[in-house]
């Protein structure tokens, strides 16, 4: 554990927000108020200045980060220029895809990206509407049309999210040691459900209009709402991957909604009204669910350097082993559980 890791909750940010601002002056941008937004595996800050707002997230080092970064921009780039409404990257002063800035504790620079802010509203389970689900799977059908049409340039490296990607050895999730926080029972879980998922998957991935660039993380809290339209933010966990496993993450969400068959109906009639479903991708997307459920276990054990992750991260763990148990049991994924 670095020194850092070591720090409270509370001490982390101070660390994260002084290396905020350290990282603005690689774009020149001298800040009126820089504000954490959100802090779990990357801190994100809105940024304001005189007329202008952006958005910075910091990245923790990692094996493959930095080239995984310069291509999230690049694609992000590729995205508003053929009209597609996402977070506009900005380089800094340098020319760089993105810049790196120190992080007292750290021995390697955490990797810092700035993207223009774009208003919009979000939506919660409470509050979102069958129009705003159905804005939502239409955008994601948009952007999977515009992904199946890409061509990558050279040089160009993001994860891969077919099976091995998502539960093998190399996986960019692989918990490592933090495995250990798993009991003997939900490793069995997580074992049988990865074996479940994967007949699933076994599907070839060069068909471009199944597999391409996929967003990773289509939930609420990164879906806007603008003018009658959705987008999507947040690209960090941008893939190469089956675009089944991108409607998962938000019909995990609407699980927990009084109103899910009807949200859920919207979602995908929004999404089929661009790029239809057929009855075979149906019937699998419940499996693609419970893989992304089983991920998120992952994604927990991983993240077990930030406190308030490591604090909740038992019960956590606790109640999503008991939902795969009864998807195992049902095959139907019934709640998400507690998130952070």
Not at 119 to 142: I, K, M, V
Not at 219 to 226: D, E, S, T, Y
Request: hydrophobic share 45%; proline share 6%; net charge negative.
């Amino acid at each position: 554990m670095s020194s850092f890791d070591a720090l409270s909750y509370a001490e982390q940010v101070e660390c994260l927000t002084q290396a905020a601002h350290a990282a603005l002056a690689q774009w020149g941008i001298q800040p009126r108020a820089v504000q954490l937004l959100a802090y779990l595996n990357n801190a994100v800050f809105r940024v304001d200045t005189l007329g202008r707002a952006y958005v910075l997230r910091l990245g923790r080092p990692a094996a493959g980060r930095a080239a995984w970064l310069g291509s999230e921009i690049v694609w992000l780039e590729h995205l508003n220029t053929v009209g597609l409404i996402a977070p506009p990257p900005l380089r800094p002063l340098n020319g760089e895809a993105f810049g790196v800035v120190p992080v007292e504790g750290m021995e390697t620079p955490f990797l810092a990206a700035l993207f223009g802010w774009l208003d919009g509203d979000f939506a919660t389970l409470e509050t979102l509407t069958t129009a705003q689900a159905e804005q939502a799977g239409y955008f994601l059908a948009c952007l999977h049309t515009r992904a199946s049409q890409f061509v990558a340039p050279s040089g160009f490296t993001r994860p891969r999210l077919d099976w091995e990607g998502l539960f093998g050895q190399n996986s960019p999730y692989n918990e490592g040691a933090n495995a250990s926080i798993y009991t003997p029972d939900q490793r069995a879980i997580f074992d049988a459900t990865a074996a479940h998922v994967r007949e699933s998957m076994a599907q070839p991935t060069s068909d471009r209009q199944a597999f391409g660039l996929i967003h990773g993380d289509y939930v609420m809290k990164n879906i806007l709402f603008r003018s009658g339209a959705a987008c999507a933010i947040d690209y960090d966990d941008c893939a190469w991957g089956h675009y089944l496993y991108d409607l998962a993450p938000l019909l995990l969400q609407l699980t927990d909604s009084p109103s899910k068959d009807t949200l859920r109906a919207a979602y995908l009639r929004g999404y089929a009204a661009l790029r239809p479903l057929p009855p075979d991708e149906l019937t699998r997307l419940e499996t693609f669910i419970a893989a992304r459920h089983l991920l998120s276990c992952r994604w927990v054990a991983r993240n077990l350097h930030n406190p308030r992750i490591r604090e909740r991260a038992p019960a956590i763990l606790a109640g999503r082993a008991a939902q795969l148990r009864r998807f195992l049991d049902t095959g139907r994924m019934d709640s998400r559980g507690e998130e952070f």
